[in-house]
C-alpha cells in the first residue's frame, strides 16, 4: 500500500511532505521528503501549502479549516469518514485539489467563518476555568448522567423491561394458541 502511495506522489508535479513512522518504500520520487515527525500545525499554515492529504480525524480537519488549507482524505475509522464527508458537502475537500482554486476559496471561506468568534479561545478558556473556580466546581452544568445509577445509565432496566415484555407476550401468546386448538 505504501509504495502505492509513494508511487501516485512522484507522479504529481508539487513537492510532498509524507509525515511516516516506518521504512522508506519503493517507488519515492524526488519531490517527497519523507519524515517520521514534524509540527504539523505549522506545516499548515506556511502559506505556500496547496493541500492537505490526512485520515480525516477531527484534531487535524479542525487545523486545516483554521488555515484554510483543502484537505483529500483517506478516512480509517468512524468519525473520519463523517468529517470527510462533510468537508465534501461544503466544496472544500478530493484529485484535482492542487489544480483547481475552488477548493482553496472554500477552505479559505471555511476557515473565516472557524476564526469569527466574540471571545479568542485562550480568553474562551480562562473564563471558563475560572467560572468553575467561582462556582465550587459548577455542579449545576454537570450532566444529570453522573447522578444515575449504573443500570440505568447502561440502559439495564430498559433492556430488562423490553425482554420481560417480549416474554409475557409469547406466553400469552402461546396460551392462547394452545387453548384455541384445544376447543377444536
Known amino acids: 500500500m505504501h509504495s502505492i502511495i509513494a508511487a501516485a506522489f512522484a507522479k504529481l508535479p508539487q513537492k510532498v511532505i509524507w509525515k511516516y513512522k516506518g521504512d522508506k518504500p519503493v517507488g519515492l520520487g524526488n519531490n517527497t521528503s519523507f519524515v517520521d515527525w514534524m509540527p504539523q500545525n505549522d506545516l499548515l499554515g506556511h502559506p505556500k501549502i496547496k493541500l492537505f492529504m490526512s485520515h480525516g480525524g477531527t484534531n487535524r480537519v479542525q487545523e486545516a479549516i483554521y488555515h484554510g488549507v483543502p484537505i483529500v482524505g483517506l478516512p ?15 466544496g472544500a475537500a478530493l484529485h484535482e485539489v492542487p489544480s483547481d482554486p475552488s477548493y482553496r476559496t472554500n477552505m479559505q471561506r471555511l476557515s ?10 485562550l480568553d474562551n478558556a480562562l473564563f471558563w476555568i475560572e467560572f468553575v473556580m467561582r462556582h465550587k466546581g459548577a ?12 443500570y440505568s445509565y447502561y440502559s439495564v432496566d430498559v433492556v430488562l423491561s423490553f425482554l420481560w415484555l417480549t416474554q409475557l407476550l409469547k406466553y400469552l401468546l402461546g396460551e392462547n394458541w394452545l387453548h ?3 376447543r377444536k
Do not use: C, I, T
Request: proline letters at 5%; glycine letters at 2%.
Open 180 to 182: 384455541g386448538n384445544r
Open 112 to 121: 473565516r467563518l472557524h476564526r469569527d468568534k466574540p471571545v479568542m479561545p
Open 139 to 150: 455542579a449545576h452544568l454537570k450532566a444529570e448522567s453522573y447522578r444515575m445509577h449504573w
Open 76 to 90: 480509517v475509522f468512524f468519525d473520519q469518514y463523517d468529517n470527510l464527508l462533510r468537508l465534501k458537502e461544503k
